[in-house]
Nanobody, 126 residues
Framework: QVQLVESGGGLVQAGGSLRLSCAASGRPGSAYALGWFRHAPGKEREFVSAISWSGGTAYSANAVEGRFTISRDHAKNSVYLQMNTLKPEDTAVYFC???????????????????WGQGTQVTVSS
């Protein structure tokens, strides 16, 4: 069983920064890609960013490109999402998800991901 636990969310003013963490446990020795998605009230779930197992491939949505950076630390079984220059439209619940089938592919399709965390709330005030 795989567990993903997000942390680091909170309330921040526009222009501020937050760093989200996703800690993974279970299935030791298995490779997986890790993606971040967000879900705002009244909107569909939205891809944010993803990183391959090796870390050699990372991809972010146009809406966050240049402001958000994804990275991973294998020693800590964690993936991070550094979010800078936050905007009110970034307000959402942020989820991390793991894809074990194609660990070197950074998919933007939430259906490709096998396991999901519970989410962490990010609120950006104007």
């Amino acid at each position: 069983q795989v567990q993903l636990v997000e942390s680091g969310g909170g309330l921040v003013q526009a222009g501020g920064s937050l760093r989200l963490s996703c800690a993974a446990s279970g299935r030791p020795g298995s490779a997986y890609a890790l993606g971040w998605f967000r879900h705002a009230p009244g909107k569909e779930r939205e891809f944010v960013s993803a990183i391959s197992w090796s870390g050699g491939t990372a991809y972010s949505a146009n809406a966050v490109e240049g402001r958000f950076t994804i990275s991973r630390d294998h020693a800590k079984n964690s993936v991070y999402l550094q979010m800078n220059t936050l905007k009110p439209e970034d307000t959402a619940v942020y989820f991390c998800a793991a894809d074990f089938d194609l660990p070197e592919v950074t998919s933007t399709d939430f259906r490709e991901y096998d396991y999901w965390g519970q989410g962490t709330q990010v609120t950006v005030s104007s």
